[in-house]
């Protein structure tokens, strides 16, 4: 078996290949892409698998590339979705395409004089010259309807089963502009691969299909499983539903760094085959370990150091790290100006005037301070008995005093055990 599908399985992140994969990637050095649809000004914790799969295969000598989506950002992928994504304007989403080029830079060796560095592509650049008629003439009458209506993610939308009835014909022609990517790639680029999650099998195979008809050529495709925890349940989301972001103005390197400290047994086990880079014998050891004295958490310690080195740098890993022994092991009788200059860029944080915040009702300081979503949910939580101010349960009648101002200065909120947010008076 290929080196690089054998890591793959042993780590838990193989799903499916064409026939033929393998033998490809025993041949020859093969260039391979993923693509990266721009619907935030940042990826989240669910890209980091297909950003992995691709510096996985840069290791194992072969040349990825990303594709972030500039074109098929404007449609929106319909593959897993039970709802029609609203479009965005051109502006928005060239910001977007941006901001994900300069995160992505940041995880694959894209320097150097080697033959399998990583390169970078942006659809929109080859989508923007050609005209729909155009499109219509030379590609689309490649695939029959009949072949697109076969697909998964089409089908699950005309039949409701995905939540919803129908589906436009700007989504339903998703699959098409996708495999012309492939086609557009294999034909400049030398790409014979496409990877993706599980729910993109139908779009890489309508690539392959493409260059098959189109070009005569031979090309493939590999999936890896879609990532939900060990329960079942959503991988990536916090309880409120909130994104853990890339990007640590969006979720701070702290509350990153906690994420994976507080994986369940089960979870940590499986995370730390998926997102790290540690070899099959440490990972081994390491859950032997674990099991061994469970209670001093040192698969999850294990786990929350690599990625969020990985994501963000060791100097952030330490701040997070120290930030979390600094609030969990100490009292407010130990908390002054120095620890919390210390700990605040690892936490998010909002800076308010004095003025504006002295006699200023929790609600509206939760709200406000952009710690909530919505004074809905600073009522929802101040009911529910989860938020402290300073170690402090406080209820829906508290307002702030120029005495609750740690060193004339600071103060700490926090909802339930975990989540913290820092203010800072000026």
């Given at each position: 078996?290929?080196?690089?599908?054998?890591?793959?399985?042993?780590?838990?992140?193989?799903?499916?290949?064409?026939?033929?994969?393998?033998?490809?990637?025993?041949?020859?050095?093969?260039?391979?892409?993923?693509?990266?649809?721009?619907?935030?000004?940042?990826?989240?914790?669910?890209?980091?698998?297909?950003?992995?799969?691709?510096?996985?295969?840069?290791?194992?000598?072969?040349?990825?590339?990303?594709?972030?989506?500039?074109?098929?950002?404007?449609?929106?992928?319909?593959?897993?979705?039970?709802?029609?994504?609203?479009?965005?304007?051109?502006?928005?989403?060239?910001?977007?395409?941006?901001?994900?080029?300069?995160?992505?830079?940041?995880?694959?060796?894209?320097?150097?004089?080697?033959?399998?560095?990583?390169?970078?592509?942006?659809?929109?650049?080859?989508?923007?010259?050609?005209?729909?008629?155009?499109?219509?003439?030379?590609?689309?009458?490649?695939?029959?309807?009949?072949?697109?209506?076969?697909?998964?993610?089409?089908?699950?939308?005309?039949?409701?089963?995905?939540?919803?009835?129908?589906?436009?014909?700007?989504?339903?022609?998703?699959?098409?502009?996708?495999?012309?990517?492939?086609?557009?790639?294999?034909?400049?680029?030398?790409?014979?691969?496409?990877?993706?999650?599980?729910?993109?099998?139908?779009?890489?195979?309508?690539?392959?299909?493409?260059?098959?008809?189109?070009?005569?050529?031979?090309?493939?495709?590999?999936?890896?499983?879609?990532?939900?925890?060990?329960?079942?349940?959503?991988?990536?989301?916090?309880?409120?539903?909130?994104?853990?972001?890339?990007?640590?103005?969006?979720?701070?390197?702290?509350?990153?760094?906690?994420?994976?400290?507080?994986?369940?047994?089960?979870?940590?086990?499986?995370?730390?085959?998926?997102?790290?880079?540690?070899?099959?014998?440490?990972?081994?050891?390491?859950?032997?370990?674990?099991?061994?004295?469970?209670?001093?958490?040192?698969?999850?310690?294990?786990?929350?150091?690599?990625?969020?080195?990985?994501?963000?740098?060791?100097?952030?890993?330490?701040?997070?790290?120290?930030?979390?022994?600094?609030?969990?092991?100490?009292?407010?009788?130990?908390?002054?100006?120095?620890?919390?200059?210390?700990?605040?860029?690892?936490?998010?944080?909002?800076?308010?005037?004095?003025?504006?915040?002295?006699?200023?009702?929790?609600?509206?300081?939760?709200?406000?301070?952009?710690?909530?979503?919505?004074?809905?949910?600073?009522?929802?939580?101040?009911?529910?008995?989860?938020?402290?101010?300073?170690?402090?349960?406080?209820?829906?009648?508290?307002?702030?005093?120029?005495?609750?101002?740690?060193?004339?200065?600071?103060?700490?909120?926090?909802?339930?055990?975990?989540?913290?947010?820092?203010?800072k008076v000026i």
């Amino acid at each position: 078996m290929n080196s690089f599908i054998e890591e793959l399985k042993w780590r838990g992140l193989f799903s499916d290949m064409m026939p033929g994969t393998d033998e490809q990637l025993n041949k020859e050095m093969t260039t391979a892409y993923i693509g990266f649809d721009p619907t935030a000004d940042s990826l989240h914790i669910g890209s980091l698998i297909q950003i992995k799969i691709l510096a996985h295969f840069q290791q194992h000598g072969h040349k990825p590339i990303a594709l972030v989506g500039g074109a098929t950002g404007m449609i929106g992928d319909p593959s897993g979705k039970s709802a029609e994504r609203n479009l965005l304007d051109e502006e928005t989403l060239l910001h977007y395409v941006e901001c994900l080029k300069n995160q992505l830079s940041r995880f694959l060796n894209f320097d150097g004089e080697e033959s399998n560095k990583a390169e970078l592509v942006n659809n929109y650049d080859w989508m923007k010259q050609i005209s729909f008629l155009d499109f219509a003439k030379n590609v689309g009458k490649n695939i029959t309807v009949n072949y697109m209506m076969a697909k998964d993610s089409v089908k699950k939308r005309l039949t409701g089963e995905a939540g919803v009835d129908g589906m436009s014909f700007t989504e339903f022609t998703y699959q098409l502009i996708q495999g012309y990517d492939f086609l557009h790639l294999y034909q400049n680029n030398g790409v014979k691969l496409q990877m993706g999650g599980s729910d993109q099998w139908g779009n890489i195979t309508t690539g392959t299909e493409l260059i098959r008809r189109k070009a005569q050529g031979t090309a493939f495709a590999l999936t890896v499983p879609l990532i939900t925890k060990a329960d079942g349940s959503k991988f990536g989301k916090s309880e409120s539903g909130e994104n853990y972001w890339l990007d640590k103005k969006k979720t701070s390197p702290y509350k990153f760094y906690q994420f994976w400290l507080n994986a369940t047994d089960s979870d940590a086990e499986r995370f730390i085959k998926f997102y790290t880079f540690l070899g099959k014998e440490e990972i081994e050891s390491l859950i032997e370990e674990h099991k061994t004295a469970p209670h001093e958490r040192k698969l999850q310690k294990k786990l929350a150091e690599e990625v969020t080195i990985w994501v963000h740098g060791r100097e952030e890993y330490e701040n997070a790290m120290r930030a979390s022994e600094i609030l969990f092991s100490k009292g407010m009788e130990h908390m002054n100006k120095l620890i919390f200059n210390d700990i605040y860029d690892a936490i998010n944080n909002f800076e308010w005037n004095k003025n504006d915040i002295i006699n200023l009702n929790i609600i509206d300081l939760l709200f406000e301070s952009r710690f909530l979503n919505s004074k809905s949910e600073a009522q929802r939580e101040i009911k529910g008995n989860s938020i402290s101010v300073n170690k402090q349960k406080v209820n829906a009648a508290f307002t702030v005093n120029e005495s609750d101002l740690i060193d004339d200065e600071f103060l700490l909120l926090q909802k339930g055990k975990k989540n913290y947010f820092i203010i800072k008076v000026i």
